[in-house]
């Protein structure tokens, strides 16, 4: 377990999955028959268009799998019953050390004014729902009935109270009446509302989108349908309540109402302001401001589309938030006016300009013909992630995705190990953002090195962090102590972002020191023994079910290996001094292997056959690259799949289907059906992850990231090298053709597409400078299958095709060394050209 609080299991609501015994996914019987269900669904359509739609008006009211949106700066889940959301990097409570004053700093809980309904909450979605994953739009639809002029209980809306119903009268073809506690009126409620006219059955259409480039923003655009009868009709929404001691993570709240006018148009608006109630040390308290223009009770004319915004913006991204809230809200106001008087909002500037910019996010993706059940999960996987992270702002990524508060909202391990590998194949920029956080807190890290009782040096990050990078792991969890693999986990990706874009600039200016430091901790933290070896003492490995703390992990020692073998490797690049010491350490640190069993222990001590939580010694050979003969591999993964929780972690399966994958044709079997488990957890309507199978943190985009890494870096097989790519692709069981746009590598942006009838892969450079592609190992069993095909050097729109299964290099075109360019950051720029 971890220290943040668990939300309530979930069942999996079909006939196929009822408890056969136990969990629904620890039965195989079960789990096959879920998987053949999302692949009957996924193949009704051989065409898809990024869109999940559900009508069954039960499946949406049941579902616990909401719709969300986001896009880095703010993230919400669009059911119509949740009030608030939540900004990328607002949070509201102490670290760990101040429990006795605080709770644990958490995302503050934000009012979403738009998360709006219908009044009558069982017609509220009644028509259906659709997330439109390519537009990152969800569209709910609300079959409204036939009304006459009867009385009927009417809900406050935002600034609406009994003041406001004895004075209301008639508006927009609507008498209210303040019946007070007359028990007998419109079902016994104080306000009372009648049509003025019956009016016919009315669809509502909403559709929400967080906009990708006004990052502040969040829109609702309506219009209404029906058949014959008036020119207009009356819609009556149901608001969030929202009220100044209504959110509990801020103080000092205010809340008011204003005519803002826009044009020659004048907007309702709602307006909120507050303070969180606490911080961590040395962090200042947030002011949070919110302004949106909202309907209450509206008349929607024929033909016509409406639309509704909030702005959101906190003392983080601005001196002035409520100044910044108004400006926004008036702008996009404005702008969804012209839009609107243009003819068609959706080819206007405000629209169109959120969709283009997810166009170009979705210019990078994997296709597979055969498997739109792959493709789907693939889609929403990335959407989830994606929405939860931008460029220009770097606020990392939490297990539990922008939209929720699971574990939080810290950003653990599950960041660089789980769902950065994916992000930085096809975005390298956010990639970057993704280490720009851990940068941007090096000197906590360094603090938390020197606050144990025997201080070390360097810098030693923490297992769960928030705003400063303090621990905010409860006390109560000795991860925060003693999960300190973490940091060689931040180092290694770095590492790889290095090698990925050899953005020499970049490592020497900001991420060597943390680099350099992450070593210094090692060298402090490995104790040396009579006979010169090195041993890590008292630590928690991946598996957590070893939570008191164990001596040599396996896990630990590598990946800290690495670490100190990279920052050697570092210094040489940007000309910075490196110390002996480093080498010496990775050099002497332990690796424990079992000769009997030829598998690597877990840890010194570990008995063979006990239960552990989730990968571990599975991650040596994927992604951290340990050197072993096959046969090890195979050992490790047969021992250790055998005592791993078939409850635990929705991601471990994906590094096993991975390492099977490694082993060759004669594994194929196994490789699919861990393949076809990892991404078992992903929950309809909406393809949403649960971190177990039947619950945990919802939606769990660690889960998205470990199968993410089972396409691009299991079946496409790219491995990141010091001065180039490989890849070594293997079809998928079920496909025909794959297909992988989009990957990133030296400003070149390239395409893989794997043909099995054809016995064919191909690489196109899609863009950028030239890229060399040569082949380099023949496929399994076809020694002569490389016979007359040469390196090739790609221009841009240009391919190279190779024999399906060949495991090719991607290099960068030889750049000229010039004699008067000695620095060494020079020379390390163009190695890394090459």
């Known amino acids: 377990p971890r220290s943040a609080a668990r939300t309530p299991s979930v069942e999996y609501r079909t006939k196929c999955a009822e408890p056969m015994g136990g969990h629904a996914a620890a039965n195989p019987l079960v789990l096959g028959c879920l998987l053949l269900l999302l692949r009957v669904v996924a193949v009704r359509s051989s065409t898809w268009d990024g869109s999940l739609t559900i009508h069954d008006e039960n499946q949406i009211k049941k579902s616990e799998y909401s719709a969300t949106i986001g896009n880095g700066f703010l993230g919400a889940i669009m059911d119509a019953k949740t009030p608030h959301l939540y900004l990328a990097g607002v949070f509201n409570g102490g670290i760990a050390e101040q429990l006795d ?33 390519q537009r990152a739009v969800y569209t709910r639809k609300s079959l409204i009935p036939k009304q006459g002029t009867e009385w009927q209980c009417h809900n406050y809306s935002l600034g609406q109270d009994d003041a406001w119903c ?68 009356v819609v009556a929404f149901d608001l969030p309540v929202i009220k100044e001691d209504g959110f509990k993570d801020f103080t000092s709240a205010k809340v008011s109402d204003k005519l803002l006018d826009v044009g020659d148009q004048k907007h309702t608006t709602f307006s909120w302001h507050g303070k969180t109630v606490a911080a961590e040390t040395g962090a200042e308290r947030v002011t949070v401001a919110v302004m949106a223009s909202v309907p209450t009770v509206t008349r929607l004319d024929r033909g016509k589309g409406y639309a509704a915004v909030a702005a959101f913006h906190s003392s983080l991204d601005t001196e002035n938030p409520t100044g910044m809230v108004e ?24 629209l169109s300009a959120h969709t283009a910019a997810w166009a170009e996010l979705w210019k990078s993706g994997v296709t597979v013909e055969g498997r739109p059940d792959v493709e789907k999960a693939v889609k929403s996987s990335t959407y989830y992630i994606l929405s939860s ?27 660089e190990t789980w769902m950065y590998p994916p992000i930085l194949a096809w975005y390298p920029e956010l990639a970057r953002s993704v280490l720009q956080y851990r940068v941007d807190r090096l000197p906590e890290a360094e603090a938390k090195a020197k606050s144990y009782k025997q201080p070390f040096d360097g810098a030693m990050f923490a297992w769960e962090s928030a705003v400063t990078g303090s621990e905010t792991c409860p006390p109560a969890w000795s991860m925060g102590k003693l999960e300190q693999h973490i940091s060689a986990d931040i180092s290694f990706a770095i590492r790889q972002y290095f090698y990925v874009t050899s953005d020499v600039s970049w490592l020497k200016d900001l991420g060597f020191d943390l680099v350099s430091e992450v070593a210094d901790f090692w060298v402090s933290k490995a104790q040396e023994d009579e006979s010169g070896k090195y ?155 649960t971190e177990y199978p039947n619950g945990g943190a919802t939606n769990f985009i660690t889960g998205a990231g470990g199968f ?25 069981e079920g496909a025909t053709v794959m297909e992988n746009r989009g990957l990133q590598y030296l400003g070149r942006s390239f395409t893989v597409r794997c043909d099995a009838a054809a016995g064919e892969q191909k ?72």
């Open 327 to 350: 400006s926004d809200l008036r702008d996009a106001l404005q702008d969804l006016a012209t839009d609107q008087l243009a003819g068609d909002r959706a080819d206007g500037k405000v």
């Open 166 to 233: 004895q004075t209301a009268s008639e508006q927009s073809g609507v008498r209210y009446w303040f019946a007070g506690a007359n028990p007998v009126a419109c079902g016994g409620c104080y306000c009372c509302r009648q049509l003025v006219e019956a009016q016919p059955e009315v669809i509502l259409e909403q559709r929400f989108y967080a906009h990708q480039t006004r990052s502040s923003l969040l829109i609702m655009e309506y219009d209404a349908t029906w058949d014959g009868g008036p020119d207009s009709v």
């Open 708 to 732: 993410l890494q089972t396409i691009t870096f299991g079946y496409f097989g790219m491995r990141i090298h010091r001065d180039h790519l490989t890849l070594s692709p293997r079809m998928m």
């Open 389 to 415: 992270l931008r460029e220009d702002w770097p606020h990392s990524l939490s297990p539990g995705a922008l939209p929720s508060n699971g574990y939080n909202g810290h950003t653990f391990w599950d960041t």
């Open 535 to 689: 041993h890590v003492k008292k630590v928690v490995p991946p598996d957590e079910y070893a939570d008191k703390g164990i001596d040599d992990s396996i896990y630990t020692n590598w990946v800290a290996k690495v670490a100190l073998e990279w920052a050697v490797e570092a210094a040489d690049i940007v000309g910075k001094q490196k110390k002996a010491k480093w080498q010496e350490v990775a050099d002497g640190l332990v690796l424990l292997f079992d000769e009997d069993k030829q598998a690597h222990p877990e840890y010194d001590g570990y008995k063979w056959g006990s239960s552990i939580k989730q990968a571990d010694v599975v991650l040596l050979p994927y992604p951290y690259e340990m050197p072993m003969p096959a046969h090890v591999r195979l050992n490790d993964l047969k021992l250790y799949a055998n005592v791993t929780d078939s409850n635990g972690p929705a991601m471990t399966w994906g590094m096993h289907a991975i390492g099977y994958m490694m082993s060759g044709k004669e594994y194929e079997k196994q490789a699919a059906a861990n393949f076809n488990r990892s991404f078992a957890n992903v929950k309809q309507p909406y393809l949403v992850w």
């Open 763 to 834: 690489v196109t450079l899609d863009a950028g400078d030239e890229l060399v592609v040569a082949a380099v190992e023949a496929p399994e069993g076809g020694s002569e299958a490389l016979a007359g095909v040469e390196a090739r050097v790609l221009k841009p729109g240009a391919s190279a095709s190779f024999p399906l299964g060949s495991t090719i290099s991607l290099k960068g075109a030889v750049v000229v060394q010039l004699p008067s360019q000695d620095d060494a950051a020079d020379d390390a720029q163009r190695l890394f050209a090459m």
């Open 101 to 133: 004053t605080t709770e644990i700093s958490h995302r503050a809980a934000v009012p979403n004014p738009l998360n709006a309904g219908v009044q009558g909450s069982h017609l509220t979605g009644n028509d259906g729902g659709t997330l439109d994953l």
